[in-house]
C-alpha cells in the first residue's frame, strides 16, 4: 500500500493569544460576570469595588488607583459638540456653575467649538465619528460579542481613557450615555478598580447594545431620563432598582424664557420642525401634512431645522408646488432655534415608533418649545405624553392625516384654548423640568459616598 498523508489541523491562536498582540484590551474582562448587585457596600475612601469571589482576576491589568485627594468627576459624553444633544451641553454648564470639579471626556471630535460656559473637553481620539475607517456594529450579534468587538475596535480610546484615570485619579467616571461611553467607562472602571455611574437614554434602554451585566453590575448608579425609560429598563433589569435614579434632563429657565404673548396664526400657520433628518422623527410625515393642509386650502409653512441622513430622500419627496411653502434651515444654534420658535405658531413633532422599538424619549426641543409659549403638537408615541397632555398640547396621529388637519382647524378657532394650553405647559416645565433643581438631585446622588 502506498503511505497516506496525514494532515494535521492548524487552528491559528486568538488574536489576544499571539505574541505580537498588543491589545489594551484584558482577556479577563471579557467575562460577562463583572462584579454584581450581591457584592458589599463600598465603604468611604476605597478606591473601588469589592470582587465577588470567583472574579478577584478581573483587575489584572492594573491594580486599584488611589482616589485623588480633591473631589474630581471624568464627565465622558460621545461625539461633542453635537448639536442635537443640547441637553449634554446644558447639564455640563450647568455642573461647572455649581462648582463640581469634573474633567471632560470626549471619545470623538464633533463640529464646530464647544457653547459658551461649557468645559473643554479632553478626546479620547482625534477623529470624527466614522472617519477612522471602521463602520458601525449594525448585525444582529449577541450582545457581549458586540461589547468584545467594541472594546477590541476602540482600543486607543480605551488605553487614552486609562491613562486619564491614572493621570487624574478621579472619585468617579460619569458616562453620559450607555452606547460606547457607557461601555468604555464600565470597561476602564473595572480595569481600574474605579467607582462609575451611567445615564440611559431611550434607545439605550429599548433597544440596548451590549450586555447589562456588564455595563450596570458595578455600577454605583443608573439615571434615566424619563418614566418610560424608566420602566422598560427597570423590567429588564430588575435587580438594578434600588441604584436606577429618575432625573429629567429639565431646561435652564433663564436661557428659555416665556416669549409668546398670543397664538395668532395669521395669515398663513407657521409650523417649525427641529430635530435629526432620521426615520423615527418623522419629517416625511410633516411634509405630507403639509401637502394636505394645502390641498384642503388652509395656507401653511413648515420651516425645517436639523440634518441628518434621510435629508435627501425627504427633500425629494417634495412637489413642485410645495417647495414654497417648505424652508430647509439646516443646523442652527440654540439661540437661532428660539429666535425661530419666537416667530413660528407651534411645533409640530411627528414622531414614530420604529419596527425593532426605538422611539421618542422627551425631546429637548418640545420642553424648549414649551418654555417659550410655543404650541405643540406631537404624536403620541414614547415618553412624549410626560409633558405632551390634554391640558398643555395637542396630541395626534400624523397618518391620520384628516385628524392632524382638524386639529389645526380646531386651534384656529379655539384660540383663547390654544393660549390657556400654553400657560400651563410654561407651568408644568417650571414645577417639574427646572434643570438648576434637578442637576442637584444628580450631583447629590453623585457624590452621597464621597
Given amino acids: 500500500m502506498g503511505s497516506v498523508l496525514r494532515f494535521r489541523s492548524v487552528m491559528p491562536r486568538p488574536w489576544h493569544k499571539r505574541s505580537n498582540a498588543r491589545s489594551t484590551i484584558p482577556t479577563k474582562l471579557w467575562s460577562s460576570q463583572p462584579p454584581d448587585a450581591t457584592m458589599p457596600a463600598l465603604k468611604r475612601g476605597t478606591a473601588g469595588p469589592y470582587v465577588p469571589p470567583g472574579q478577584q482576576d478581573i483587575f489584572e491589568a492594573g491594580k486599584p488607583r488611589t482616589p485623588n485627594p480633591k473631589l474630581m468627576i471624568l464627565y465622558i459624553t460621545g461625539t461633542f459638540p453635537a448639536w442635537s444633544e443640547t441637553f449634554i451641553a446644558q447639564e455640563l454648564r450647568l455642573l461647572a456653575a455649581a462648582g463640581v470639579p469634573l474633567l471632560h471626556v470626549a471619545i470623538h ?52 481613557l486609562t491613562e486619564l484615570v491614572d493621570e487624574h485619579r478621579p472619585t468617579l467616571l460619569y458616562a453620559a450615555f450607555a452606547d460606547l461611553p457607557g461601555v468604555l467607562t464600565a470597561h476602564v472602571a473595572h480595569t481600574c478598580a474605579t467607582r462609575y455611574a ?42 438594578y432598582l434600588s441604584k436606577t435614579q429618575l432625573v429629567h434632563h429639565g431646561l435652564d429657565l433663564e436661557r428659555w ?11 398663513l400657520v407657521n409650523l417649525l420642525f427641529v430635530g435629526r433628518l432620521i426615520e423615527k422623527k418623522g419629517v416625511d410625515r410633516a411634509i405630507t401634512l403639509i401637502g394636505a393642509l394645502h390641498e384642503a386650502d ?24 410645495l417647495h414654497d411653502a417648505i424652508e430647509w434651515c439646516g443646523v442652527r444654534t440654540p439661540t437661532e432655534v428660539a429666535a425661530h420658535m419666537a416667530t413660528a405658531d407651534l411645533l409640530l413633532v411627528p414622531s414614530r415608533r420604529l419596527a425593532d422599538g426605538d422611539t421618542e424619549g422627551i425631546p429637548n426641543v418640545i420642553l424648549e418649545a414649551m418654555a417659550s409659549g410655543l404650541p405643540v403638537v406631537a404624536s403620541d408615541v414614547g415618553s412624549i405624553m410626560e409633558v405632551v397632555r390634554e391640558d398643555t398640547g395637542y396630541v395626534i396621529d400624523p397618518d391620520d392625516v384628516d385628524a392632524a388637519i382638524n386639529c389645526l382647524v380646531e386651534m384656529i378657532a379655539n384660540r383663547a384654548a390654544v393660549d390657556c394650553k400654553r400657560h400651563a405647559a410654561r407651568q408644568l416645565i417650571e414645577t417639574r423640568f427646572d434643570a438648576g433643581r434637578l442637576i442637584q438631585l444628580k450631583v447629590e446622588r453623585l457624590l452621597r459616598n464621597q
Avoid: W
Fill in 109 to 160: 471630535r464633533g463640529q464646530g467649538s464647544p457653547p459658551d460656559g461649557v468645559p473643554e473637553p479632553v478626546y479620547l481620539t482625534d477623529d470624527q465619528p466614522g472617519t477612522d475607517g471602521s463602520r458601525g456594529l449594525s448585525l444582529p450579534i449577541p450582545k457581549i460579542v458586540r461589547r468584545k468587538m467594541t472594546l477590541r475596535r476602540h482600543s486607543a480610546a480605551v488605553q487614552r
Fill in 198 to 239: 451611567i445615564s440611559v437614554h431611550a434607545r439605550d434602554a429599548l433597544v440596548p447594545k451590549f450586555d447589562d451585566q456588564f455595563l450596570y453590575g458595578a455600577a454605583e448608579s443608573v439615571f434615566v431620563c424619563n418614566q418610560r425609560v424608566h420602566d422598560a429598563f427597570v423590567q429588564r433589569c430588575p435587580d
Fill in 257 to 267: 424664557p416665556m416669549t409668546g404673548t398670543t397664538f395668532n396664526p395669521d395669515p
Fill in 298 to 321: 388652509i395656507a401653511a409653512h413648515l420651516r425645517i431645522i436639523g440634518d441628518g441622513p434621510e435629508r435627501d430622500a425627504c427633500q425629494a419627496m417634495v412637489p413642485a408646488r
